[in-house]
């Protein structure tokens, strides 16, 4: 017969058996503290990552360009408006205000060019501003689509000139003729015209009013 164990043998036994378990228990608290650590550390990540898509978000990501064309084809130079010497800056604004002369005062025999020209005008102009109130009436009192029943206009520019860094001056020639092409009259107009630069937020802006240029006042006369 076998001798049973002593009170020594099971003391060994529980001891080994309890180390195990604190071996165990020891292992499975560090992989939860491990655990806990990586919880923590990738919430630490994703707040920066949130963060810093916030601040790049807030930041204007449309950055117009201009693309320099000879003979209406070939492209000779590419640069960012913000980056070209005032001189060329200055140019593209004339452009921009002779456009927005031609697009109110020109009657086309095209309805939809006619369409094209008005939209693209009241597309430069700032919302609720003198120079839109007077605009809306100038076309209630004579509307352009109406107008070109019976006769056509053609604007000739002769001079912008700027008086300060927001105001400009301008005058045209207007040629009207009848739909058959017979001049009926050639007034000539002065205008004084005051602008607010506000940088395109949008895609949608930036293909409208890529110079970020706003008509804020329109102050024309007939001169002759």
């Known amino acids: 017969m076998s001798n049973p164990e002593s009170p020594s043998d099971y003391s060994?036994?529980?001891?080994?058996?309890?180390?195990?378990w604190d071996e165990r228990l020891g292992s499975i608290v560090k992989q939860a503290h491990n655990w806990k650590m990586c919880a923590f550390f990738s919430m630490f990540i994703a707040?920066?990552?949130?963060?810093?898509?916030?601040?790049?978000?807030?930041?204007s990501k449309i950055e117009p360009y201009v693309i320099g064309v000879k003979n209406g084809e070939e492209v000779v130079g590419v640069a960012s408006v913000q980056k070209l010497p005032t001189s060329q800056l200055e140019a593209l604004k004339v452009n921009d205000l002779e456009r927005f002369v031609e697009d109110i005062r020109s009657v086309y025999l095209d309805v939809e060019v006619e369409d094209k020209a008005?939209?693209?005008?009241?597309?430069r102009l700032?919302?609720?501003?003198?120079?839109?109130t007077q605009i809306s009436q100038a076309f209630k009192e004579e509307n352009p689509f109406e107008r070109a029943a019976r006769e056509l206009v053609?604007?000739?520019?002769?001079?912008?000139l700027p008086l300060s860094d927001n105001t400009w001056q301008m005058e045209w020639i207007e040629t009207i003729t009848d739909r058959q092409g017979n001049v009926?009259?050639?007034p000539r107009f002065k205008a004084t015209i005051t602008t607010q630069t506000v940088q395109p937020k949008n895609k949608a802006e930036m293909n409208q009013n890529p110079l970020g240029l706003?008509?804020?006042?329109?102050?024309?006369?007939?001169?002759?």
């Not at 053609?154 to 912008?160: A, C, M």
């Open 47 to 59: 707040a920066i990552a949130v963060g810093s898509t916030g601040y790049i978000g807030a930041q």
């Open 184 to 186: 009926l009259d050639t």
């Open 118 to 123: 008005v939209r693209r005008a009241y597309a």
């Open 154 to 160: 053609k604007v000739d520019i002769k001079s912008t």
């Open 12 to 20: 060994i036994l529980y001891q080994r058996a309890r180390e195990e």
């Open 214 to 224: 706003w008509i804020a006042t329109f102050n024309d006369v007939q001169i002759n």
């Open 126 to 132: 700032v919302p609720n501003s003198p120079a839109q």
